[in-house]
């Protein structure tokens, strides 16, 4: 309205003048009058009132048109029209803004044209249609307006300019009333600054929102912009400054925003404190981002606040953003302090498998390893150590990497895993080396428990050959003796228990002791009985030291070795001392102390105190494995006291009691010549040549047919004899003698060790004398030759004719070898037969716990349930069984119990030989406990089984799969089928075995969960 003012007194002035001359003329007095109401009209703003005043003027102007008008009075006309326009616009009449725009383009040269420009851009102003404000005000002449006009103008020239994002020249516009004082400074310098912030003309639009921020109008939103420039000219010093000035106003404009700079500001400059502070403040209201939210996560972190950095980072930890790789690892490390590691170990892992940065990558793969490892997850730990290898080879930690990857190997007892693994880091660190000298040992004695002896001792070498550890290479060097000895090695066994025995290290008594046990053994194998005795009583005046006996069996078995020795060097008291201590005690072995005790006596030439131990022999062990032995003696005894009857009685005993006994044919013999001895030629004749009969090409055989022929020629019966002699097959002169040079040609070339060529030989000698005297030795011969050559299948023809032939002296050793070659050969029945044949024929202990162990596996593998019972519990009833084969017998024994539903007592026998052995055998009753579990419904239980089966026994993948297998299935049984899923998903993925049911197993049991129930 100052502008109307202006223009109306302009008017007056003019209209003083234009009717000046005409002052007399009334009608152009009531022109005048109308106008002057118009214009005051206008002033007052009553634009419709005004508008007829003006339409009046113009109508009653160009009613009087006839008159004669001045150009002043023209001009008068002119102004009407250009008010008529000004009001139409002000009341916002329909096509006001046609009738300005005719207006100046019907006056173009009119100065009321220039201000019409000014006031069709403002119309448009006010309509907000600045593209229209810019086209109008572009025409518009300034000098014509007044100044405050001029201001507006300017103003509403920039805003428009800005507003349709021609910056530059809007600018232009705003600097021209910035330092003019006037009520667009402030505003211009706004907009300005808002300008220059865009552009980052930084600088300039600090000093615009400087010179605002004292204005009212602004003082509440320039802080915002003066703190983001300082933060964009990376002035964080400046800007945290700014937003600890602004916090203390709670009127600031974006204040969230504020306080976001702060907090981003802060974490630029660690100030953690401030970073969690500002940016919590800021949450109260906005949603942080992505960045925001790390930041005060981390910044938390480094506060210890770290429940709260969990809090803030783990909503970003779920997304794939640029923070993810950093969230989960400050998480990781949270939760690390927090001592929640397998939270930890969880966020660790996801942060490994990110590729965002490299460095994080690797430190998330080591620190999963690490905590796997720490909780024991041993067999991720082993697979993460050797990826950090694999991957970061180079790394400052890989040697570290390398040293725990050896110690998770140890842990997971899969010592044949862990060397193959281990071999291949090159170099390896001093604690690497470390860990495989330890597993290098440990999987040695697991191939000693599997009867592999001549594998282990390369694994112990390879122990030796890292002797960091002193206490393991003194162990190798006891178990690596252990080898030897039972590859009947005794000298390097020497060499090694010698070793271990002179160490400087201090194990526990109780193993000392057992050295010396063993050493007593070695050297009594190697027939040094006297240095045997020295070892075997240390052992037994270490195990009397020792106050308890630990071992019972193995003290007795050491006293009777002892006394053994004593009876060997012919210190026949000293051995009765001992042999008396068992018998006295009434120990294992006892029966065994009689015999022996008895032979001293014989050998005293005591024979009745001899013949009196026998007895006793008889009377209390009638089942022992001597009585034959003892009853032979007996005989014996009686035959030197000339107590003749008696000896007769004694001898028929043996060949009535004991038919299959060696000392058969010996008392055959030694009835003969009691025969003989009383003339009763005919019946020592029938008796010697029962013996021919019986036991042909026997050394019995021909010392009976020399007293038959002593008999005849007694009698002078000589052609008695050749007659005789003719109906023996082996016995003609001629073809004996040949005989006898064939088999021996053979048989030199079989006592040097030439099999080759002794094999031949006796092939020659039994295709040319089927019936000849040595036929016997030379199948037995040409069977060891065999043996030898690794021919075992050729070997097993002579074995199984002398097991046919059932002659004594040969029949044991061939159904022993029998019996081994055909199970070797998997014909379970054929072997089946032979051990059972081998249990009663055996007069040698160890060739009946063979018997017994054949047995028990020979029904084992054909699936005899009667078979298994009987002989797995003979195998568990004979104290000198071996460890193994007991193992076998708990394992066979629980199979059965198991097979018929009877769970408690097949659960019992697993048990057994789940706590005793880290073998295969283990590893399948610790899989049947599990199902044990299952079965019974304890679900968790048989969970920790599958679990304590994996980390214990992961050597026996088989094993292992089944037991994940039962796993898979507790989930499912427990309701969380995601799991049972995967667990079946990661056995079909991973499990490396082909061809033995497990990935079948698995796939149907997957398909069977993803059934609809």
Request: charged share 25%; proline share 2%.
């Amino acid at each position: 309205m100052v502008l109307k003012k202006k223009l109306s007194i302009y008017i007056i002035l003019l209209f003083c003048s234009v009717f000046a001359q005409a002052q007399e003329s009334s009608k152009f007095k009531e022109i005048d009058k109308e106008f002057r109401q118009g214009l005051h009209l206008y002033d007052l703003q009553q634009f419709n009132a005004a508008y007829h005043s003006f339409e009046k003027v113009n109508e009653d102007l160009i009613k009087n048109s006839t008159l004669y008008l001045s150009d002043d009075a023209k001009q008068l006309l002119v102004h009407a029209q250009y008010y008529m326009a000004i009001c139409d616009l002000e009341l916002y009449h329909q096509g006001a803004e046609n009738k300005l725009m005719a207006f100046v383009d019907r006056y173009p040269e009119n100065p009321l044209s220039k201000t019409a420009s000014y006031e069709l851009g403002s119309f448009y102003y006010r309509q907000r249609n600045f593209a229209k404000t810019i086209e109008w005000y572009q025409k518009t002449d300034v000098s014509l307006l007044g100044k405050s006009i001029q201001n507006e103008f300017y103003f509403r020239y920039g805003y428009s300019l800005f507003e349709t994002d021609k910056f530059e020249e809007a600018s232009t516009q705003f600097e021209k009333l910035i330092d003019k004082n006037s009520k667009y400074s402030y505003p211009a310098a706004y907009y300005d600054g808002v300008i220059q912030y865009n552009a980052k003309n930084y600088s300039e639009a600090l000093t615009r929102f400087e010179f605002i921020k004292s204005s009212k109008t602004y003082a509440d939103i320039a802080p915002y912009y003066i703190c983001k420039i300082y933060y964009e000219q990376k002035n964080y010093t400046a800007a945290l400054n700014a937003v600890a000035e602004i916090a203390q106003n709670p009127n600031a404009k974006n204040i969230n925003d504020i306080y976001l700079i702060g907090g981003a500001s802060a974490f630029i400059l660690k100030d953690w404190g401030k970073t969690v502070e500002y940016y919590e403040l800021a949450a109260k209201k906005t949603k942080l981002n992505d960045l925001a939210n790390y930041e005060i996560g981390y910044a938390s972190f480094q506060t210890q606040l770290y429940q709260k950095a969990i809090d803030y980072l783990k909503t970003k930890a779920d997304k794939k953003t640029a923070y993810t790789q950093h969230a989960l690892y400050i998480i990781a490390q949270s939760f690390y302090q927090l001592k929640d590691k397998p939270s930890a170990r969880n966020a660790f892992g996801k942060a490994s498998k990110l590729d965002q940065e490299k460095f994080l990558s690797s430190s998330a793969l080591l620190n999963y390893a690490k905590l796997s490892y720490e909780l024991n997850f041993y067999q991720t730990a082993i697979e993460s150590f050797q990826d950090y290898i694999d991957e970061y080879p180079d790394s400052v930690d890989a040697e570290d990497a390398q040293s725990l990857l050896g110690e998770a190997l140890l842990y997971t007892r899969n010592y044949k895993l862990a060397i193959e693994i281990l071999d291949k880091i090159q170099p390896r660190s001093k604690r690497a080396n470390l860990a495989l000298q330890k597993v290098s040992y440990f999987r040695g004695i697991e191939l000693f428990n599997e009867g592999k002896h001549l594998e282990a001792i390369k694994l112990f070498n390879q122990s030796l050959s890292n002797p960091l550890d002193k206490s393991i290479q003194t162990f190798a060097w006891y178990w690596k003796a252990e080898c030897y000895y039972q590859l009947n090695n005794y000298e390097e066994a020497l060499k090694y228990f010698s070793l271990y025995e002179q160490s400087d290290i201090q194990f526990n008594k109780e193993l000392n002791s057992a050295v010396h046990y063993q050493l007593g053994y070695t050297y009594f194998k190697k027939e040094d009985y006297k240095s045997a005795i020295v070892y075997f009583d240390r052992f037994l005046k270490s195990e009397i030291k020792l106050g308890t006996l630990q071992n019972a069996k193995r003290y007795n078995d050491a006293v009777l070795r002892l006394a053994d020795g004593y009876f060997m060097i012919k210190e026949y008291d000293k051995a009765l001392f001992n042999y008396n201590k068992i018998i006295n005690d009434k120990l294992s072995g006892s029966d065994y102390s009689l015999f022996q005790k008895s032979m001293i006596l014989g050998l005293q030439n005591k024979q009745n105190d001899k013949i009196v131990t026998l007895k006793l022999l008889l009377s209390n062990y009638p089942t022992s494995t001597y009585a034959d032995d003892a009853t032979y003696e007996i005989g014996t005894g009686y035959f030197v006291m000339n107590n003749i009857p008696d000896a007769i009685q004694y001898f028929l005993s043996v060949i009535q009691k004991f038919q299959n006994s060696r000392f058969v044919a010996k008392s055959r013999l030694n009835l003969g010549l009691i025969y003989y001895n009383e003339s009763n030629d005919e019946k020592a004749t029938e008796m010697y040549k029962a013996i021919i009969a019986d036991y042909p090409g026997t050394e019995e055989a021909k010392e009976a047919l020399l007293a038959i022929k002593n008999i005849y020629v007694d009698a002078g019966n000589a052609d008695g004899y050749l007659n005789y002699v003719k109906t023996l097959p082996f016995a003609s002169v001629s073809s004996g003698a040949q005989d006898s040079i064939t088999y021996q040609a053979a048989n030199n070339r079989y006592l040097i060790g030439d099999c080759e060529n002794a094999i031949n030989g006796f092939n020659n000698y039994i295709e040319r004398f089927a019936n000849g005297s040595f036929i016997l030795e030379a199948h037995a011969n040409r069977a060891e030759c065999f043996m030898k050559t690794k021919k075992d299948k050729m070997a097993l023809i002579d074995y199984e004719f002398l097991v046919a032939n059932s002659n004594p002296k040969y029949l044991e050793r061939s159904l022993v070898q029998s019996a081994r070659i055909n199970f070797k050969l998997k014909d379970y029945e054929k072997a089946a037969k032979l051990y059972t044949s081998l249990e009663s024929q055996a007069e040698f202990k160890d060739n009946y716990l063979e018997a017994i162990s054949g047995a028990l596996k020979s029904y084992a593998a054909l699936n005899d349930s009667t078979g298994i019972m009987k002989y797995a519990q003979q195998v568990l009833l004979v104290e000198k069984s071996s460890i193994e084969d007991q193992y076998l017998a708990n394992l066979y024994l629980g199979r059965y119990y198991f097979s018929v539903n009877n769970i408690e007592q097949a659960d019992n026998y697993f048990r057994a030989v789940a706590k005793l052995t880290k073998t295969e055998y283990g590893a399948e009753a610790k899989y049947m406990l599990a199902q044990i579990l299952f079965i019974k419904g304890k679900y968790l239980d048989a969970q920790q089984a599958c679990f304590d089966l994996s980390n214990q026994v992961p050597a026996y993948e088989f094993w292992v799969a089944k037991g994940f297998i039962i796993l898979a299935e507790t989930y499912a049984k427990l309701g969380n089928d995601f799991q049972a899923k995967s667990t079946l998903e990661s056995i079909i993925d991973e499990y490396s075995i082909e061809n033995d049911g497990i990935i079948e197993e698995a796939k149907k049991k997957l398909t069977e969960l993803t059934q609809p129930k």
